[in-house]
């Protein structure tokens, strides 16, 4: 007797809004991440269509050209995404918060429950639409200020890469719509699928950090050493107890001058990156392994199964067993 095959499910299809004055980098961004994300069988996961907000046509970016954008708002009807890159001519939105009532009318063609998400300034669309009341976002670092004051009902944290909020989810400038995109391909397929597509564009699956490190100050006294060394070592030890005062003592450094470079330059604590390096190793060896959920969370240094049920619950809103259930047939 022939067993049928299950039907494999549609391509999740995101929309790509191009407004006047689009960034370039930013408006291939999911082109270039969600079009290379493939299943066990090669198929793509996700179709990319990019949207004009008005008609089919020429669109001006900040460049000097302009790009031919082939469909029409009444694409985003048929989005389980719409995604909105940073434009630098957003007219009314920047300087009033509100929207064009060219905007108004593309965006009323996005079904409820349809998934919102933006890139740098393509928060402000989002916001000036009224989708952040009340929510977490963030955008660049240099529009922090400004984009809190036009929207004060939305609670911006300037200092964060992306911030994922269930339904809507706004990244930080330029580079940073690439960590969010990638954040997107885990949460939906699993890390397995998000690294493999980070490695094809040449990237970090994951960027340690927030937005703190690029930001100008001062520049400190001179110095020499860095916390790299602690890093490769604490890397090869996760699954052993690490003390702060082991990763000071492979840069010879007092723990509190090493916990002060080491905010510097990764942008977190020595503890919260330590915990976020457990919680990938966790999630890798959920995916790929049969380690029963003791071994896990010993091998990722967490120790017993209860403390790495509340770090990943913490981290990714579900248990260890869940996790698994979900992502390592698609891993």
Not at 98 to 122: D, K, M, N, Q, W
Not at 199 to 207: A, E, K, L, N, S
Not at 314 to 320: M, N, S
């Amino acid at each position: 007797m022939r067993i049928e095959q299950p039907t494999p499910a549609p391509p999740h299809r995101v929309a790509v809004l191009a407004l006047d004055g689009v960034i370039p980098f930013e408006l291939g961004i999911p082109q270039r991440i969600f079009g290379r994300a493939r299943d066990t069988e090669l198929r793509p996961l996700y179709e990319v269509v990019t949207c004009a907000v008005t008609e089919p046509g020429p669109v001006r970016t900040d460049a000097d050209y302009s790009i031919l954008v082939e469909h029409g708002p009444q694409e985003l009807a048929t989005a389980d995404t719409v995604l909105v890159p940073a434009s630098y001519e957003l007219g009314p939105v920047h300087e009033e918060g509100r929207l064009t009532p060219a905007l108004e009318a593309a965006f009323a063609h996005i079904r409820p429950g349809t998934r919102l998400v933006s890139i740098c300034t393509g928060g402000w669309v989002l916001a000036a639409a009224g989708l952040l009341d009340g929510r977490p976002a963030t955008t660049h670092w240099a529009d922090a200020a400004a984009f809190q004051e036009m929207f004060p009902s939305v609670r911006v944290d300037a200092e964060v890469l992306f911030v994922d909020d269930g339904d809507v989810l706004t990244s930080a400038g330029v580079a940073a719509g690439i960590d969010l995109c990638l954040h997107i391909v885990r949460r939906d397929h699993g890390a397995a699928v998000a690294n493999d597509v980070a490695r094809r564009t040449v990237v970090p699956p994951h960027r340690d950090g927030g937005q703190a490190q690029f930001i100008q100050r001062p520049v400190p006294e001179a110095q020499l050493a860095t916390t790299t060394k602690a890093r490769a070592w604490a890397l090869g030890h996760l699954h052993d107890p690490i003390q702060l005062r082991d990763m000071a003592e492979q840069e010879s450094l007092s723990v509190r001058t090493f916990t002060r470079r080491f905010r510097e330059e990764v942008g977190v604590s020595p503890g919260q990156w330590l915990t976020r390096q457990r919680v990938e190793r966790a999630r890798h060896l959920l995916e790929s392994s049969s380690l029963s959920i003791d071994q896990v969370a010993r091998d990722a240094g967490f120790g017993t199964a209860q403390s790495m049920r509340q770090h990943l619950q913490a981290a990714l809103g579900v248990t260890p067993t869940a996790y698994r259930r979900t992502f390592r047939a698609a891993g």
